[in-house]
């Protein structure tokens, strides 16, 4: 390669981290969106992240593109073909956190149109602050390439399990003693279902990022392995 | 390339074809299981199901693997670069659809270990084979490279969706006449969204199926749009 085509191939890798951690902000504000949304019944914003979602799906076409480009005009190898490889795989994570986002935002209209709030305290919000800092915190470890973070992501993923389970028992001894309550309490368990697949998409992409610093795939080898992993030298 | 490692290169990405299918073909087989347990209260078989969601999840890091060896190695372009790339974003949907398997037998499990069966008259066993063919078309059209029957495959997820809106209106029905009911009832929606998230695993691998014969990305661009696509020359 010559200096200038070496300095645009850099620029190019560039570009799409840069690009992806747009998407993962982008996402981020979604989530965050629908969840206020929820909270405080302000329906433009929840009309706002639904219509967002576009803009996520968007990121993942162009991202995707550029990711299939570099690949044939770079032919990159080594950490920079796992760092291709990684982000093509996140890119999905992401574009599916967002659907999950779009998702809660719909059901918080369904909710507060139908005149349904009136929140049981479930410990949703806390699992909501949970997802949304595990997402942050994975888009933090790509940027950093910060394989020990990424770890603790993976980690966090088992609270927010626990505390899904937990809301499942809340809320059936909620319809239980309120049988009126049951197409409510189903909404909401739909949001907490929703909040739950963002923590895990969160944990994907961290065992990815781990995958693309340290070289070695992580995926389904449990937790106290992948922090030895991203430990190691 | 030698003649020699041009027949090499080709039976590399016939082996990522053949295995691709074989896990497919694994994860047809999870559901299924699943499915005939729920319905026969077969413990055993449901302990096989879970037993073998580890399979389906060697069969991912293999195949990703051998996918990132063959880019790092061939540097293939073209139509094979879209193969390779339609391929590891599909493993991830069929590891997915693989761990929606596990977490279907894992509920009948605890279903027929309450001797809470009894089902209601969901239309869960209507979903449950729609899914599954969904699933055994989505890979006849990677293996045939059939565009058109892929995008059949996406059209069938509108009716899995509606599905899937029935099956909880009819659940919440089923809870408000006899509350005693509602712990069931939510095990068994739980199963449905399972078995709607299948269903959307194989209109996303539909559509990467299209990308692969067809060179362009219809995802989020609406079914008729991808049945166009599909269609053209």
Same mark, same amino acid.
């Given at each position: 390669?010559?200096?200038? #085509? =070496?300095? +645009? ?12 951690? +747009? ?12 969840? *206020?949304?929820? $909270?405080?019944? %302000? ?25 299939? =480009? ?21 890119? #999905? ?5 967002? /659907? ?17 709030? &009136? ?20 888009? *933090? ?9 990424? $770890?603790?992501?993976?980690?966090? /993923? ?11 028992? +809340?809320?059936? #001894?909620?319809?239980?003693? %309120? ?14 279902? $929703? ?5 895990? =998409? ?14 070695? %795939? ?5 937790? /106290? ?7 190691? &030298?």
């Amino acid at each position: 390669m010559t200096e200038h #085509t =070496h300095k +645009q191939y850099d620029a190019e890798l560039e570009e799409v981290r840069s690009r992806f951690l +747009q998407m993962g902000g982008l996402v981020e504000s979604q989530i965050t969106g629908a969840i *206020d949304g929820l $909270a405080n019944g %302000d329906l433009a914003s929840l009309e706002r992240v639904i219509a967002r979602d576009a803009e996520v799906n968007r990121f993942e076409i162009e991202l995707d593109e550029a990711c299939s =480009h570099i690949l044939a005009r770079r032919q990159p190898t080594a950490g920079d073909l796992r760092m291709m490889i990684t982000v093509i795989k996140m890119i #999905t994570d992401m574009e599916r956190a967002g /659907d999950e986002a779009e998702k809660i935002a719909r059901m918080a209209k369904l909710i507060h149109e139908a005149g349904r709030m &009136n929140m049981p305290a479930v410990e949703l919000w806390h699992m909501a602050n949970t997802v949304v800092t595990m997402l942050r915190k994975a888009l *933090d470890a790509f940027a950093r390439l910060d394989a020990q973070a990424a $770890a603790q992501v993976v980690r966090q /993923d088992k609270g927010v399990d626990a505390e899904w389970q937990g809301v499942i028992r +809340q809320l059936i #001894t909620y319809m239980i003693e %309120d049988p009126r309550k049951i197409s409510r309490s189903i909404e909401l368990l739909f949001i907490a279902k $929703a909040l739950e697949r963002i923590g895990d =998409h969160a944990k994907n992409m961290c065992e990815l990022v781990v995958y693309m610093v340290k070289g070695r %795939d992580v995926r389904h080898t449990g937790v /106290d392995n992948v922090e030895r992993e991203a430990a190691a &030298n």
